[in-house]
Structures are given as C-alpha cells and as structure tokens.
C-alpha cells in the first residue's frame, strides 16, 4: 500500500506513462529520499540496469540527491517507491535532468532554485550535468515534459 497521501502535488502522470529511464532514475529518486545511499543501493542499480543506465550514474546521482540532504534547503517531495502516481516535484526534477541534456541549464537551475541555496545549487546543477552527460553516451535521451508549465498554468 502506498504511504505517499500529502506528500506533493499530483502531476498528470503516473509511473507506466514514463520512459523505462524515467522510471529507473524515479525508482532510484524515491528509494533514496526513503532509505539513504546504502538502503537504496541495490534497488538503483537493478533498476538502471534494466533501463540500461550506466551504473557510473549512481555517483552524480547520489551527488545530486545528496545536495537536498545535507543543506539546510527545502526537499522535492518524493512519494513512496510503491506509488504508480507521479507527483509534480518528481516530474519537475526528470524535466530539469531532460532540459541539462537538452542544453537549457539555465532551465535546471531555476528548477533547483526552487530548493536549493545558492552553494547546494551550484553542486546540484554540476551533479546534474555530469548526469546528463552520463545518460548521453549511453544514448539514453529524457523526454521535456515541462511541469513547470503546467504548475503555472494550473495556478491561474
């Protein structure tokens, strides 16, 4: 059963709608807000190997996760790792992942602005590029779904 009710805004997505690398990087996301590096371990790298993601990933990953951690800043809200539902602050964190392989850094860094102080934001943003860079010898491409759009749209 799943223990995620109140935590974040709903996106219109759920789980089946994402890429198989989508749904790894998720996996790997909610494990770690859950249970830390060491509890999440196993489960990413299952994960990403079905996806086909490099295990190499798992570092800037756990860098970047690692940024919310151990700053005094606010966290995205995660849902439990059973959840088909995907909540907007996921989805907002894999479209700033798919707009760093697309160029748009600038777009990442608004993104973890919303969470970040300025020093964790800059690891974040570094983390993230490194990741991107990652995916994108792997030829593993996230999809722009663009939540940020639709958050603004909804609070109109």
Do not use: K, Y
Not at 52 to 63: H, Y
Not at 112 to 123: G, S
Request: proline share 5%; hydrophobic share 50%; aromatic share 6%.
């Amino acid at each position: 059963m799943c223990d995620s009710v109140g935590e974040g805004r709903l996106s219109p997505w759920t789980v089946s709608d994402l890429t198989t690398a989508e749904r790894a990087l998720l996996t790997g996301f909610r494990q770690w807000f859950r249970h830390g590096t060491a509890g999440a371990m196993a489960a990413m790298r299952a994960s990403f190997g079905v996806a086909g993601v490099p295990s190499s990933a798992l570092l800037p990953l756990f860098a970047l996760l690692g940024t919310f951690a151990v700053t005094n800043a606010g966290r995205p809200a995660f849902r439990c790792p059973t959840c088909s539902r995907v909540g907007m602050d996921e989805m907002a964190v894999l479209d700033a992942l798919a707009a760093m392989q697309a160029g748009e850094g600038d777009v990442t860094s608004q993104v973890f602005d919303r969470w970040l102080p300025l020093v964790a934001l800059t690891m974040a943003t570094d983390s993230a590029r490194e990741l991107a860079d990652i995916l994108d010898g792997a030829r593993i491409r996230l999809p722009r779904r663009r939540p940020a759009r639709l958050i603004a749209l909804a609070a109109e």
